[in-house]
Nanobody, 125 residues
């Protein structure tokens, strides 16, 4: 059973940075693409980024230049570096894995089979 566990969330001031981590257990990380999503209160889950097993990355336009995804297959970890955070970035952040090694064409949650429990990010002064 593939399991994903997010960590690194917390409270940060506007303009600050956070690095989220997604730890994979149960299987080798290599074959899996990993996506990052977030869900703010009262809003739908939003796809942010996906990194393929080869390291190719796609981003939602609104986070390009602020968010960076990376992976360490040896450690079975995927990271989401978030800079210049804004109050609008406040949400629960999730990592997820689709069934294939490549990222799905679109950042849609329906295309992802495995999910972590989420980590809360709050951007506030």
């Amino acid at each position: 059973q593939l399991q994903l566990v997010e960590s690194g969330g917390g409270l940060v001031q506007p303009g600050g940075s956070l690095r989220l981590s997604c730890a994979l257990s149960g299987f080798f990380l290599d074959p899996y693409a990993i996506g990052w999503f977030r869900q703010a209160p009262g809003k739908e889950r939003e796809g942010l980024s996906c990194i393929s097993n080869s390291g190719a990355v796609t981003y939602k336009d609104s986070v390009k230049g602020r968010f960076t995804v990376s992976r360490d297959n040896a450690k079975k970890m995927v990271y989401l570096q978030m800079n210049s955070l804004e109050p609008e970035d406040t949400a629960v952040y999730y990592c997820a894995a689709p069934p294939d090694s490549d990222c799905p064409l679109h950042l849609r949650s329906d295309d992802y089979d495995y999910w972590g429990q989420g980590t809360q990010v709050t951007v506030s002064s």
